[in-house]
């Protein structure tokens, strides 16, 4: 695993979005496993940035996401849909039909799911898989649990990812209690993994991801198994494996 420590969230933003360009320039037609949230929002606004100055094209980009909320129609403000066209692909020439975020509103969430790996199977997985990570250890919504799931699938979403979540909605209750996510299966099958997070409270999930035995209980563990993932986090994120010796 490489690591880069950076020093707060625009550089961990900066590096990230470094190492993503760079992976578009070296193959113009890869294949991007992006993510939402608040962790790559700033590395969407340096690509965005960078596009808009001619150094970068998503022309020939095919993207998969992580994950949707169940539910949520793609023009919810919320919606994974919605917040992958606002903060990245309206503002690049990406082509829309080159871009697949799972339906959140599919009648049968089941078949989406089949069909949503059966399309990442078909390109022949993922060049680079763009993660954040939950402060329970969540990678996409694979949620702590008994057990990884290989296959793209509905989850439960933790009552912590559900608290962690609410901020984004008007109330609690508003946060939906699904979600369809990638499965493990899909993120392992990725060529390169860029793993980014940001902030004190991600600190715990980081240290037990990597430095902690593998474990369903915290999903992002099972990274240590993959063989390109490329770690970038800021000082408070790496506090823990900083003052464990692992992060200088
Ligand atoms: C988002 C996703 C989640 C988030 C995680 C961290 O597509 O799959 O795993 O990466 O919940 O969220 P933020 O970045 O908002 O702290």
Redesign the pocket.
């Known amino acids: 695993m490489i690591i880069y420590r950076e020093k707060d969230y625009d550089a961990m933003s900066r590096r990230a979005a470094q190492v993503i360009a760079a992976e578009v320039v070296h193959k113009a037609n890869c294949i991007l496993g992006l993510?939402?949230?608040?962790?790559?929002e700033g590395a969407y606004k340096c690509l965005v940035d960078w596009y808009k100055q001619g150094l970068l094209s998503f022309k020939d980009v095919r993207s998969v996401?992580?994950?949707e909320y169940k539910g949520l129609a793609p023009d919810h403000d919320q919606s994974?849909r919605y917040f992958m066209q606002s903060n990245l692909f309206d503002h690049v020439d990406i082509c829309p039909e080159n871009t697949r975020v799972p339906d959140g509103l599919a009648a049968d969430s089941d078949a989406e799911c089949a069909q949503y790996d059966a399309y990442i199977r078909s390109l022949g997985y993922v060049d680079l898989q763009l993660?954040?990570?939950?402060r329970n250890g969540?990678?996409?919504?694979n949620e702590p649990g008994d057990c990884f799931i290989k296959e793209t699938h509905v989850v439960d979403l933790a009552e912590s990812?559900i608290d962690?979540?609410a901020r984004f909605f008007a109330t609690r209750d508003d946060v939906p209690k699904q979600a369809l996510?990638m499965g493990i299966g899909a993120i392992m099958g990725a060529k390169k993994v860029l793993l980014c997070a940001s902030g004190e409270e991600?600190a715990d999930a980081v240290y037990r991801s990597v430095c902690r035995p593998i474990t369903p209980n915290c999903p992002g563990s099972i990274l240590q198994l993959h063989p390109n993932v490329v770690l970038v986090a800021d000082e408070a994120a790496l506090s823990k494996l900083i003052a464990a010796g692992v992060a200088l």
Not at 35 to 40: D, K, L, M, Y
Not at 131 to 134: A, N
């Open positions: 993510a939402t949230g608040s962790t790559p996401n992580l994950d994974y993660l954040g990570i939950g969540h990678i996409g919504f990812t962690a979540n996510s991600k």
